[in-house]
């Protein structure tokens, strides 16, 4: 877990780290927030100065037996039990630079799911004689990032134990159950990521409105006015709402539906559906969105029309200063 720091220990980790005057970082700090119109914490535009001046504000995290839900990217030498729920097998690569073979497999604890990518020829054994619900002891493995996910990986000197004993693992994660987000800057987003940012609503837009199956939530035919799939269910409006969220190194369009429309407006449905014939309303309901803090989990999507990366909200959480701070920290790629 990200442990906050004070304004003025982020303003001395940059004195020393990147050998500037303290004059110079009140202006660059102050420079920030007039930036973000003073929408994000002292702390929190001290800690983008410092992420854009190259100080490392928090130390990777350390590694030991953990969960898979408390793999943090950058974590080395960790240590997890889980059990065996799909097997990808060995793979040949080739590249500029090497060529070898990698395996992989999806392991599952009562946390949740995560990728084993194997690179260790000497490990490729152990990979071959796995099979589904065994119970593997991973050890000496480090926390990557792939298309949004943290995976767990074992490079030289990693051990994979099957069925060690003594080792029982129940409640396991099944696939299919939601994936763990992977906490991000805005401007570290890539499409298809499953992401959280935390930031502020700088801009809202109208409410728009469709028809959708009472039954699964989906646009029905425009023609018919049925759903393809449940022909006999009703039709009923389905509110979307989008902003622009912005956490101080890049903002975002965001698309709510339905609940998460619900959440962003901090409006039930009664009242949201009410805006539709009365606009006029929305003025006042939008100087009361613009500012509020949130942590908005999604799916990162490219709009086509636009070529600009978009994210489908989720869920969506409130979040305070001190927590808004935690988040605005960089996340840095692991070395294999």
Same mark, same amino acid.
């Given at each position: 877990?990200?442990?906050?720091?004070?304004? /003025?220990?982020?303003?001395?980790?940059?004195?020393?780290?990147?050998?500037?005057?303290?004059?110079?970082?009140?202006?660059? $700090?102050?420079?920030?927030?007039?930036?973000?119109?003073?929408?994000?914490?002292?702390?929190?535009?001290?800690?983008?100065?410092?992420?854009?001046?190259?100080?490392?504000?928090?130390?990777?995290?350390?590694?030991?037996?953990?969960?898979?839900? /408390?793999?943090?990217?950058?974590?080395?030498?960790?240590?997890?039990?889980?059990? $065996?729920?799909?097997?990808?097998?060995?793979?040949?690569?080739?590249?500029?630079?090497?060529?070898?073979? $990698?395996?992989?497999?999806?392991?599952?604890?009562?946390?949740?799911?995560?990728?084993?990518?194997?690179?260790?020829?000497?490990?490729?054994?152990?990979?071959?004689?796995?099979?589904?619900?065994?119970?593997?002891?991973?050890?000496?493995?480090? $926390?990557?990032?792939?298309?949004?996910?943290?995976?767990?990986?074992?490079?030289?000197?990693?051990?994979?134990?099957?069925?060690?004993?003594?080792?029982?693992?129940?409640?396991?994660?099944?696939?299919?159950?939601?994936? /763990?987000?992977?906490?991000?800057?805005?401007?570290?987003?890539?499409?298809?990521?499953?992401?959280?940012?935390?930031?502020?609503?700088?801009?809202?837009?109208?409410?728009?409105?469709?028809?959708?199956?009472?039954?699964?939530?989906?646009?029905?035919?425009?023609?018919?006015?049925?759903?393809?799939?449940?022909?006999?269910?009703?039709?009923?409006?389905?509110?979307?709402?989008?902003?622009?969220?912005?956490?101080?190194?890049?903002?975002?369009?965001?698309?709510?539906?339905?609940?998460?429309?619900?959440?962003?407006?901090?409006?039930?449905?009664?009242?949201?559906?009410?805006?539709?014939?009365?606009?006029?309303?929305?003025?006042?309901?939008?100087?009361?969105?613009?500012?509020?803090?949130?942590?908005?989990?999604?799916?990162?999507?490219?709009?086509?029309?636009?070529?600009?990366?978009?994210?489908?909200?989720?869920?969506?959480?409130?979040?305070?200063?001190?927590?808004?701070?935690?988040?605005?920290?960089?996340?840095?790629?692991?070395?294999?």
């Amino acid at each position: 877990m990200m442990v906050g720091l004070t304004y /003025e220990q982020i303003v001395e980790k940059i004195k020393i780290q990147a050998k500037v005057s303290e004059d110079e970082i009140k202006v660059r $700090v102050n420079e920030k927030l007039d930036k973000l119109s003073n929408l994000i914490s002292k702390e929190g535009a001290a800690h983008i100065v410092a992420n854009e001046m190259g100080v490392k504000v928090f130390e990777a995290p350390k590694g030991g037996r953990i969960k898979i839900k /408390e793999m943090q990217l950058m974590q080395r030498n960790i240590e997890i039990l889980g059990k $065996v729920q799909k097997i990808y097998g060995i793979r040949e690569f080739k590249t500029q630079n090497r060529e070898g073979k $990698v395996g992989s497999f999806l392991i599952g604890d009562d946390t949740g799911l995560s990728r084993v990518t194997v690179w260790d020829e000497p490990l490729m054994i152990d990979v071959e004689r796995l099979k589904e619900d065994n119970t593997v002891l991973i050890k000496g493995a480090y $926390v990557k990032e792939n298309n949004g996910y943290k995976e767990i990986h074992l490079g030289s000197g990693a051990q994979i134990l099957i069925n060690p004993p003594g080792e029982t693992i129940d409640n396991v994660v099944q696939v299919g159950q939601k994936p /763990e987000a992977i906490v991000k800057q805005i401007s570290q987003l890539n499409e298809r990521d499953f992401a959280a940012v935390t930031g502020t609503i700088v801009q809202v837009f109208e409410p728009k409105f469709y028809e959708a199956c009472s039954e699964c939530g989906k646009k029905v035919n425009p023609e018919t006015g049925r759903c393809k799939e449940h022909l006999s269910a009703n039709k009923q409006l389905m509110p979307v709402v989008n902003i622009i969220f912005d956490d101080g190194t890049e903002n975002i369009r965001i698309v709510a539906f339905r609940d998460q429309a619900e959440s962003l407006l901090d409006l039930n449905n009664e009242k949201l559906i009410a805006l539709k014939d009365n606009f006029s309303d929305f003025d006042e309901l939008r100087a009361k969105i613009l500012g509020k803090q949130l942590k908005i989990t999604g799916r990162v999507v490219k709009n086509e029309m636009f070529g600009k990366l978009e994210m489908v909200a989720n869920n969506v959480e409130k979040v305070n200063p001190k927590e808004l701070l935690n988040e605005l920290k960089t996340t840095e790629e692991v070395v294999r």
